[in-house]
């Protein structure tokens, strides 16, 4: 199945309301992968049940692909049969670490230097190689920039470019970078590669100084980032689109009414590139 239109993150407390709907209005899910690798019985079988119905993606937390650490070849190898299982198109993975001699718990930024390009891309190659399809990069929200050579924005296309792969472009992120770090939002985004985006991010985030936002997934989407998820679809055009929400999660028909939000902005970039009518 095809990823179109909104979609949202799976948690394992939603799946009785999902498997006992007939009416959703949610396009497709994401799941992140080490959620359901180890889990076989119950679990396992509601999982498949929604995967038969629903288009999915994978999201995952622990490649940790800019880390020093050899990469886990035999987890990528566990990746293979699920996502064919599944009948899962796309993978996506943080541009960033979690690793360094034991697990570190936290999504840590990679150098942006040359050397930390030509490491990532090439395990990005790996990975690639191994599963016969692309990875997905997504530009990861961070609050350090540890010997940095190079601007974000050129890091994240050069390693797409030398590992030839795809971008996850997470809206939120651009916007939380920005505040943090000083920089243009609509610049860095009307910069990135259009090619190379397989879909889109959008979540909300906490505000704990007028130049300090923390990207935590907890939050309705703020009407800044609404606007910038507007910019990109007439930028790079309408592609599928998750709403993340972790933590302090909604009812489910609360969460549908913000997918249906994304839907509205999707159907105002169409109609205003068809020359219907402009994007409001």
Known sequence: MTLTGAGLGLRREMLPELLASTNLA????????????????????????????HAFACHGLSLSIGSPD???????????????????????????????????????PIPFTEE?????????????????????????????????????????????EQANCQLLLDVNNVY??????????????QALPTERIAYYHVAGHYQQAPDLLIDTHGADIPSPVWQLLQQAYQQHGVKPT?????FNIPSLSSLQHELATIRTLQQQAQNAKAGNRPVL
């Open 70 to 108: 050899p990469l886990d070849i035999d987890f990528v190898k566990q990746l293979k049969p699920f996502f064919k299982q599944h009948q899962i198109k796309l993978y996506s993975e943080h541009l960033s670490y979690c690793s360094a001699g034991g697990h570190l718990y936290d999504l840590m």
């Open 176 to 189: 939380v970078n920005s505040i943090n770090h000083g920089y243009n939002a609509l610049a860095f985004l």
């Open 116 to 160: 930390a390009v030509n490491y990532v891309a090439a395990r990005v190659r790996t990975v690639q190689d191994i599963l016969e399809q692309p990875l997905v990069l997504e530009n990861v929200s961070y609050y350090a920039a540890p010997g940095q050579q190079m601007s974000e924005l050129d890091f994240i296309c050069a390693v797409l």
């Open 26 to 53: 949610i396009d497709f899910f994401e799941v992140a992968p080490e959620n359901w690798l180890p889990y076989g019985g119950k679990l396992a079988s509601q999982f498949q049940a929604l995967t038969e119905r």
């Open 242 to 246: 998750l709403y993340e929400r972790d």
